[in-house]
C-alpha cells in the first residue's frame, strides 16, 4: 500500500496532452554493451542503421548494482536503485537475527517499485501500455497488455494477450513450464511475436520489450565468444522483426524507437567464494548461528550482517577478513553508498552492511561448502554486476524516428535521463525523475 500511495502521489498529469498517433517503442537488448556497436565482428545491420538515422550515444552509463532488473526498473523510473530500491533480480528475504537470506523473484510490481514510473503517469494521463518481458512489472495495474518477466510468465500474462498468443502458436499451451523449456532464444521469438502482434492488431501508445538472450549466451560462453555474436545477430534480427510490423501499419513516422541496454559484460577467470571464508571462521553456519552472508551481484557482492546483537563487531572482523583476500579490490562501507545511488541498510531492509567489489579478472559467487575461497573457472564465461564506473557495463542507447533530431553523436548518457525523456516525448513531465530530458536530441522543446 507504501508504494501504491507514493504512486498516486507522485503523479502530475495533464490529459490535455494526449497525442492519439505518437508512439514510442523501448527495447533493451540485455547485456549488449556499448562497444559491440562498433565491433566489427558483431551483426548488428538494423541497431547500426538506427544509429545512423537519429541519436547515438558513445556509452549509456548504467546503474548499480548493473544488473537486469534494477537497472530496467531505472530506465523507467528515471531515479537509481537507492530511491526505486530494487537491487536484484527479485526481492531479498530475511528471516529472524541468524537466519539465511534468500531472493524471491515471485512478486508484484508494488511490491518491489517504490517509485512512480513513466508508464504510471502516460496511462494515468490517458495512454495505453504494453509490455512484454519487462522486470518489476508482475500485476501492474498501469499495464493494459502485460507479459512480465518473472519466474512464472505465462500464469501472470494478462488473459486476453495470453490466449492470442495460444491461438497464433507463440505459446504452445498456458503452462510457464512450457514455454521454459523451449530455451532463450525461442523465448526471445516468442517476445518478439508478442510484440509484433499488438503493434498490427491493439496498438499501445508505449510499448516496452526486453530481448534476453544475448545475455544468457554471454553468461554460458563469455563476451566476444562466436555464440555471443550469434546471440547478438540473433536480437538484431529480432528488432528487424519488430519495425517491419511497424512499417505495416503505416504509423513509423509517428513512432519514436529508443534502443537500450541494462549493462555490459567482463570475462572472469576465477570467483570468489567469501560464504566459504564466513564458514571458516565460524560465522556461516544452519540458523540461527549465521552472522554473516555474501550475496553476489556478479562483479560485486552484499554482505549481510544477520545478528544485530553483534552486527558492529562483526563489521570489524569481516573487513579485517577480507581486506587482503585474494581478488577483493575494496570493500565499501554504508556512509560511501549514496554516491553509488544505493541505499543506507538503516533506511532500507534490502540494502547489505558492506559492498565487495572483485578486481578485474574476478566475480563472486554465493558457494559456501567449496575447499577454497577461490576457484578457477575453466572455460570461458561471462559475468556483469561490476561498479557502473567500469567501462565494460556500460551498454547502448540509440533513439531514432518521430521526435529525434538524426544525426546526433551523443558522449555517456545517463539512463536515469531515459524515462523524462520518454515522458516528454509525450508532451509529459515525469516530476520523480532525478534524470534529465535529452533536449538536445528532441526536435521539439520541452513543454
Not at 233 to 254: F, K, P, S, Y
Not at 390 to 404: E, L, R, W
Not at 414 to 420: C, G, H, I, T
Request: glycine share 8%.
Amino acid at each position: 500500500m507504501a508504494a501504491l500511495f507514493v504512486l498516486l502521489c507522485g503523479i502530475v498529469v495533464s490529459r490535455a496532452t494526449v497525442h492519439t498517433n505518437r508512439q514510442v517503442i523501448l527495447i533493451t537488448i540485455d547485456g549488449l554493451a556499448a562497444s559491440y556497436l562498433s565491433d566489427p565482428r558483431a551483426p548488428l545491420p538494423t541497431l547500426r542503421k538506427l544509429a545512423a538515422a537519429g541519436a547515438v550515444a558513445e556509452g549509456l552509463r548504467v546503474s548499480n548494482p548493473s544488473v537486469t532488473w534494477p537497472n530496467h526498473t531505472t530506465l523507467v523510473t528515471g531515479v537509481t536503485p537507492e530511491k526505486h530500491s530494487v537491487l536484484f533480480n527479485g526481492k531479498l528475504i530475511r528471516g529472524g537475527p541468524g537466519e539465511a537470506l534468500r531472493l524471491d523473484g515471485e512478486r508484484d510490481k508494488l511490491d518491489l517499485v517504490a517509485v512512480p514510473t513513466v508508464y504510471d503517469q502516460l496511462h494515468a494521463a490517458g495512454f495505453r501500455i504494453a509490455n512484454i518481458n519487462w522486470p518489476c512489472t508482475r500485476n501492474a495495474p498501469t499495464i493494459a497488455d502485460n507479459f512480465p518477466d518473472v519466474p512464472d510468465p505465462v500464469a501472470h500474462m494478462t488473459p486476453r494477450l495470453r490466449s492470442e498468443l495460444i491461438r497464433l502458436g507463440a505459446l504452445t499451451d498456458d503452462r510457464s513450464e512450457s514455454f521454459r523449456s523451449r530455451g532463450m532464444a525461442a523465448a526471445d521469438q516468442t517476445w518478439t511475436t508478442a510484440a509484433v502482434h499488438l503493434l498490427r492488431n491493439r496498438p499501445p501508445h508505449l510499448l516496452l520489450l526486453h530481448l534476453l538472450v544475448t545475455d544468457a549466451i554471454q553468461h554460458q560462453y563469455g563476451p566476444q565468444s562466436s555464440a555471443a555474436y550469434t546471440a547478438i545477430a540473433l536480437a538484431d534480427a529480432n528488432v528487424a522483426e519488430v519495425l517491419r510490423a511497424l512499417d505495416a501499419t503505416g504509423r513509423r513516422d509517428q513512432a519514436t524507437i529508443i534502443i537500450a541496454s541494462d549493462h555490459g559484460f567482463a570475462r572472469p577467470t576465477k570467483l570468489i567464494n567469501p560464504n566459504v571464508v564466513f564458514r571458516k571462521a565460524g560465522w556461516f553456519r544452519p540458523s540461527p548461528r549465521r552472522q554473516a552472508q555474501a550475496l553476489s551481484e556478479g562483479g560485486t557482492a552484499f554482505v549481510y550482517l544477520t545478528q544485530p546483537a553483534s552486527k558492529a563487531m562483526d563489521h570489524t572482523n569481516v573487513v579485517a577478513l577480507l581486506r587482503n583476500h585474494e581478488g577483493i579490490a575494496e570493500i565499501i562501507a554504508p556512509e560511501h553508498f549514496q554516491a553509488l545511488g544505493l541505499p543506507h541498510p538503516e533506511r532500507n531492509p534490502q540494502m547489505g552492511d558492506l559492498i565487495l567489489v572483485a578486481k578485474e579478472g574476478y566475480a563472486f559467487a554465493n558457494e559456501s561448502f567449496e575447499d577454497e575461497s577461490i576457484t578457477e573457472i575453466k572455460t570461458p564465461v561471462g559475468s556483469h554486476g561490476y561498479l557502473a564506473t567500469d567501462p565494460k557495463m556500460q551498454g547502448v542507447f540509440i533513439a531514432t524516428g518521430h521526435g529525434i533530431k538524426p544525426g546526433m553523436k551523443l558522449g555517456l548518457v545517463e539512463n536515469v535521463d531515459v524515462a523524462p525523456t520518454i515522458a516528454a516525448l509525450f508532451g509529459q513531465k515525469l516530476q520523480t525523475a532525478d534524470g534529465k530530458v535529452l533536449r538536445e536530441i528532441l526536435t521539439e522543446p520541452e513543454k
